[in-house]
């Protein structure tokens, strides 16, 4: 088994910056894909980004490319995601996720989920 806990939600003015951080404990692997999904009020859960673990290469959605960057780090067994330019339409729930192998962004090919963390963008 796999845990994944966030910590890092929180309020914020649109604009503003706020870092979202992941630890992964338990059966990991090297050949996982990390990814982070939100999910708004009202709203299916949605693909914000991930990164492969062993080579640290990403992907985003087009919706918070050139805003947020996803990084991971190995020593740590963390992932992170760093939000810049916060719009309102940020607003939501953002879960980290894992899967093993490949790439995607479809959340029911992902086999662990974290918690969730409350991300809120003021206007």
């Known amino acids: 088994q796999v845990q994944l806990i966030e910590s890092g939600g929180g309020l914020v003015q649109a604009g503003g910056s706020l870092g979202l951080s992941c630890a992964a404990s338990?059966?990991?692997?090297?050949?996982?894909?990390m990814a982070w999904f939100r999910q708004a009020p009202g709203k299916e859960r949605e693909f914000v980004a991930a990164?492969?673990?062993?080579?640290?290469?990403?992907y985003y959605a087009d919706s918070v490319k050139g805003r947020f960057t996803i990084s991971r780090d190995g020593a740590k067994s963390t992932v992170s995601l760093q939000m810049n330019s916060l719009k309102p339409e940020d607003t939501a729930v953002y879960y980290c996720?894992?899967?093993?192998?490949?790439?995607?962004?479809?959340?029911?090919?992902?086999?662990?989920w974290g918690q969730g963390t409350q991300v809120t963008v003021s206007s």
């Open positions: 996720a894992a899967k093993r192998s490949y790439y995607s962004n479809y959340d029911e090919s992902y086999d662990y």
């Open positions: 990164v492969r673990w062993n080579t640290g290469s990403a």
């Open positions: 338990g059966r990991t692997s090297s050949r996982f894909v």
